[in-house]
């Protein structure tokens, strides 16, 4: 069983997704930062200062107006629209770069394939035109 379990683990395409795994949650924590320590604070500048992640709904009356959110969720339950905005702009963020790294990707791949086939050797030419001479004489 130990024999199986480490062929299973060392397959190559089992390594390859816990290396993607691992690059995804590096990435995800660098796009998270990016969304609330870069974007959000310039569309809270153009909409006046607004902070998103302050923006909720009270569905309790326990919770006392005008507190932080996260004050809010610790008095009562509450509805986080503008924790909501913040991780939907974080996916849209996530899934436009995934699609720009895959465009690029799939450049570079059709590039490759477009490459002319390598110069043949002239006694390979050569020879490919002697063939091509004796399959035109006629037969006798």
Known sequence: M???FKKFALRGNVVDLAVGVIIGAAFGAIVTSAVQDLFMPVIG???GGLDFSNYYIALSSSVQKGAAYADAKKQG????????ITVALNF????FVLFLVIRA???LVSREEAKPAPELPADVKIL???????ATKPAR
């Open 2 to 4: 130990l024999e199986e």
């Open 45 to 47: 500048a153009i909409t």
């Open 77 to 84: 339950a509450v509805i986080g629209y503008g924790q909501f």
């Open 92 to 95: 849209m963020i996530v899934a």
């Open 105 to 107: 990707m799939n450049r």
């Open 128 to 134: 490919t035109e002697i063939r091509d001479l004796l």
